[in-house]
């Protein structure tokens, strides 16, 4: 799903344009995410995985495309490279840290529930949601900052100058 919402995001920032895509996917993201945070010991793949997995994996993949145009817009040529890997090392360190940090908040819910008398598989759940909270949360927290994002790209002289949308580059996967 996530490679799918790749290769229909640079045709959707066509249309939406990269700020609101950027707003737009994570609130996807976080709802989906927030749905599976009410998930129980018993709950059913069907009923309560399949449906907010696929929003997560499309939305993710939607976020890619108008992030990367976002983050290397008015870059210089000659630092273009510098810029894109600037980027894939956030990518990569924000992940480790991430999921460091949700480890963290999942084993430390897990470990009270467990300390409370739950059953473990109860306990091992209500860490889980926990985590999915805290993912939701900072979804949501994205889309409130990509909502001031500058969409404006800074011309020969410094300026800045509104980019034509329909002039924006296909990126492609």
Known sequence: MTFGGALVASRLVKRVGIRRQLVIAPLVTAAAVFWLSHLTAHSSYLGSLLVPLLLVGASIGVTFVPMTMA?????????????????STSRQVGGALGLAVLATIATAATRDADGLGA???????????????????????????????????????????????SELVEVTL
Not at 71 to 87: C, D, I, K, N, Q
């Open 71 to 87: 983050a290397t817009m008015g870059v210089p040529p000659a630092e273009s490279g510098l810029a894109s890997g600037l980027l």
């Open 119 to 165: 059953s473990h598989l109860a306990a091992l759940t209500q860490g889980y949601t926990r985590g999915f909270l805290f993912i939701a949360a900072i979804s949501a927290l994205g889309a409130v900052t990509a909502a001031f994002l500058s969409t404006s790209m800074p011309s020969q002289d410094g300026r800045g100058a509104a980019p034509d949308e």
